[in-house]
């Protein structure tokens, strides 16, 4: 598997040896699922024990294996770090846009399937038009406010497309 943001690994009881790979992915995001017949692990980078008290910090793209059952019990909290990316903020400034713009926000020709080349020639003609440094400065702007109100941690809205809700034991 790879990570899809930075995490940190705190080995809180027993021991874990991690597997650290060359990935095929580079950057990925929370959109990028794991498939491991797509992604093969690159070559072994390195390979290390972590161990009670131990943290191991894994790069965002990081592609490892772990293995926990030869030396018993084993448990571990990972923090993960979510740092904004280009792609939000683009994403952020297409919203900005198309806010504005009531183009952008009408559907799709019926015929798009046969008509591709042409319904993308005339996104990209109205994209070239549109005031994307005004767009870009605002989604900077609300970022940045984001990031502010929300003391360096990201809306909880994003948050929640991250987490995973615990397993139920019926």
Known sequence: RFETCNAFI???EGEQRFELHESPVEVPTAADVFDP?????????TSMQV???????LPRGAMYAVESGVWGRSSHVCLRV??????????EAVSQLASA????????????PRAHAAVSEQLWDRLSVLPWAEASTVACRQLADELEHHGGS??????R????PPARED
């Open 51 to 57: 161990r009670a008290g131990d943290v191991l910090y």
């Open 101 to 112: 713009d009531a183009w952008l926000r009408r559907s799709i020709p019926p015929g798009y």
């Open 10 to 12: 705190l080995q809180v």
């Open 37 to 45: 017949e797509r992604h093969q692990p690159g070559p072994v980078i």
């Open 161 to 164: 497309r991250h987490l995973t």
């Open 82 to 91: 979510l740092a904004p990316t280009w792609s939000e903020l683009a994403i």
């Open 154 to 159: 990201r809306e909880p809205d994003l948050l």
